[in-house]
């Protein structure tokens, strides 16, 4: 009966199932877009996933299982502690702030790697640690050939690689943090598999695939520059251009805020008499209001469902920042007259454009066909301001027409 069984299952992983992988006792392939499980001890089949999303790839060490989850807007690696019974989703340095997708783990007792990204750059997780680090960039764009297919054996890593315009084999040794070249033959290599200091590969060389194999003991042909240093560099890219989606917003916000504080001050200390404020037209306000308000949907769907930060945290500014402005709107008046001088406030944040009234020599007030739409303020040093009536509400735009006739007159 004992063998019946085992037949069975062996049906099932030949025939039903893709990418079975084993370790110790326990089996694990995916099937009808969910991951199982067999424990050949016990003769015991059991499911690890039960989501309704794709789930592939599966990789085994001790008791954690690693594989594909396409459950997200995209494929991410998820894992699950078979003695915890825990299931976990892993971080890579690019997907903390972007929408790529994760492929093809691979895992070594705590370490999980895998690729990401439009070049099928190479990361690494440390299970231990809850580290994330860059590997290798593969360069897959540069050949039809698809995929890096990242595997690991203690401390070395290798996979497939285009950098020179066809499919070759390199590794990284995660402890020298040394890059080496394996095989770089025209042909393609691909698929490479590893185990203490043996590699093997697919290879077409002789017009149909073959498998070839290399001993890596050292000495090592190793690469002149990592190829890391491009994931690196790219990915403090992103870190500055979270940190400009938060610093830029936060100093416009700041300078908004303080505005409205002068402006406070300037309306309590002169009479009445002494300035004139021109309301704003908000209508343009309240129509991007409504529109960058609808983001916030996607922010909480991005950023607290997704763990996407940078295009979680954008959604989440541009509302907040709309908020702000149409407040910053109906407290700053688009123009403001006193006694010395005319100051225009376009946008929130944005340094207020001041004009001393005595350097102004003329004022010319534009019209089409016979309605004012724009005055131009001439100043003693050639120079020439705007002033925009339809930024003004249509009720104010008569007196405004005065009181700059005023200003020369």
Not at 14 to 37: E, F, M, P, S, T
Not at 84 to 104: C, I, V
Not at 210 to 230: H, K, M, V, W
Not at 276 to 289: A, G, P, V
């Amino acid at each position: 009966m004992g063998i019946k069984v085992r037949e069975i299952h062996v049906i099932v992983l030949i025939i039903g199932a893709l990418a079975a992988a084993i370790y110790g006792d326990i089996v694990v392939w995916n099937y009808h877009r969910n991951i199982y499980g067999y424990n050949l001890k016990t003769r015991k089949e059991f499911q690890i996933t039960t989501g309704p999303h794709r789930c592939r790839k599966p990789a085994i060490s001790k008791d954690i299982v690693v594989w594909e989850d396409s459950g997200h807007d995209g494929y991410f690696i998820f894992g699950y502690n078979l003695s915890t019974h825990e299931e976990f989703k892993l971080t890579g340095t690019l997907t903390l702030f972007t929408a790529f997708s994760q492929h093809d783990p691979a895992l070594y007792d705590n370490i999980v790697v895998w690729t990401e990204g439009f070049y099928d750059n190479i990361y690494g997780y440390n299970l231990s640690t809850s580290d994330s680090f860059a590997i290798a960039t593969a360069h897959m764009s540069k050949c039809s050939f698809g995929a890096a297919q990242p595997a690991i054996h203690e401390d070395i890593v290798v996979w497939t690689d285009c950098r020179n315009g066809n499919p070759d084999i390199y590794g990284f040794n995660l402890l020298t943090e040394q890059e080496f070249l394996i095989t770089t033959n025209e042909s393609c290599q691909s698929s490479p598999a590893i185990h203490g200091d043996i590699v093997v590969w697919e290879d077409d060389r002789n017009g149909n695939y073959d498998i070839y194999g290399a001993d890596i003991s050292p000495p090592l042909t190793t690469t002149r520059f990592n190829s890391r240093t491009r994931i690196i560099l790219s990915d403090s890219f992103l870190v500055l251009l979270v940190a400009s989606a938060v610093a830029v917003p936060s100093f416009l916000i700041g300078r908004g805020a303080w505005q409205m504080k002068k402006m406070k001050e300037t309306s309590q200390m002169l009479p009445s008499s002494d300035l004139k404020d021109f309301r704003r037209n908000l209508m343009t306000t309240h129509l991007s209001s409504v529109l960058l308000l609808s983001y916030a949907v996607f922010a909480v769907y991005a950023y607290l469902l997704e763990m996407r930060m940078l295009s979680g945290l954008i959604f989440f500014i541009l509302p907040v920042f709309s908020v702000l402005n149409y407040f910053w709107s109906k407290r700053i008046p688009y123009l403001r007259i006193t006694n010395d001088e005319i100051m225009i406030f376009k946008t929130m944040g944005r340094k207020p454009k001041v004009v001393r009234r005595d350097t102004i020599r003329k004022i010319n007030i534009q019209t089409w066909p016979d309605l004012p739409y724009k005055a131009d303020l001439l100043l003693s040093n050639n120079k020439k301001v705007e002033i925009e009536f339809s930024s003004i509400v249509e009720e104010d735009r008569k007196d405004l027409i005065q009181a700059l006739r005023g200003v020369v007159g």
